[in-house]
């Protein structure tokens, strides 16, 4: 059964400083990797898609990568902002139902 | 504008009571699911439809019942059989084919407190 790991669970930076979430997966056989962010009481919001014959993805200050093999992908962001504070979940799509699977998220706190 | 749209954003229910949350997309999406989020854990799979007219249970399905009679649409019924269902719940629509690899978009979430 395919089970996915995120650490740090929670994480306190000061603003400009870059940071990086990790997320780990059991199953390597994925179709994608998806990273979100949830504001508190709010819904998800998707930042980046990787496909799993990618090996990253990026947006603005958001750089996502993939190892398959190792069952590892990492959120880099550069420049932290206080408005990035939030919680920040992945999640591999997979299997035979092809639905999501998430791990428990980091919350990440920036520090003006 | 192209998107989710859950509702009520909060709801109450009473013991014994059957409740119901909306979900509709206009994205034209094939695939809708259903998730429940509570304190300290991750999201957890309800139900999901690939197909109008078709659905599938997923991880937590016991006390819950769906429909998918149009492809907009897809509510979720939390039955009085659902003994514990104070949680935060949220759809999400995609493209059907997994292999495709498409994205998955959320809506902003029905908060349910039982009283």
């Known amino acids: 059964k395919q089970e996915v790991t995120q650490i740090p669970a929670a994480l306190s930076v000061p603003e400009g400083e870059n940071l990086v979430l990790n997320c780990s997966f059991t199953?390597?056989?994925?179709?994608?990797l998806q990273w979100f962010r949830q504001d508190p009481g709010k819904g998800l919001t998707s930042l980046l898609l990787?496909?799993?014959?990618?090996r990253e993805q990026t947006s603005g200050r958001l750089n996502a990568s993939l190892d398959k093999s190792s069952g590892r992908s990492t959120l880099y962001i550069a420049a932290s902002q206080p408005g990035d504070s939030a919680t920040y979940l992945c999640a591999v799509s997979g299997g035979s139902q092809g639905n999501l699977i998430f791990g428990k998220g980091t919350k990440l706190s920036v520090k003006p | 504008d192209g998107g989710i749209t859950q509702s009520p954003k909060y709801l109450f229910r009473k013991e014994g009571q059957n409740v119901t949350l909306s979900c509709e997309q206009n994205?034209?999406?094939?695939?809708m699911y259903w998730y429940r989020q509570d304190p300290g854990q991750g999201l957890r799979l309800i139900y999901y439809s690939q197909i109008v007219n078709d659905f599938q249970k997923g991880d937590i399905a016991e006390g819950y019942s769906v429909s998918r009679e149009k492809k907009e649409s897809f509510p979720l019924t939390v039955t009085s059989a659902q003994k514990n269902p104070t949680a935060f719940y949220l759809c999400?629509?995609?493209?059907?084919?997994?292999?495709?690899?498409?994205?998955?978009?959320f809506g902003q979430g029905t908060r349910l407190t039982v009283v």
């Open positions: 199953d390597s056989a994925i179709y994608n």
């Open positions: 999400a629509s995609s493209m059907a084919d997994i292999y495709l690899n498409t994205e998955a978009f």
């Open positions: 994205l034209n999406h094939d695939a």
């Open positions: 990787i496909q799993s014959s990618q």
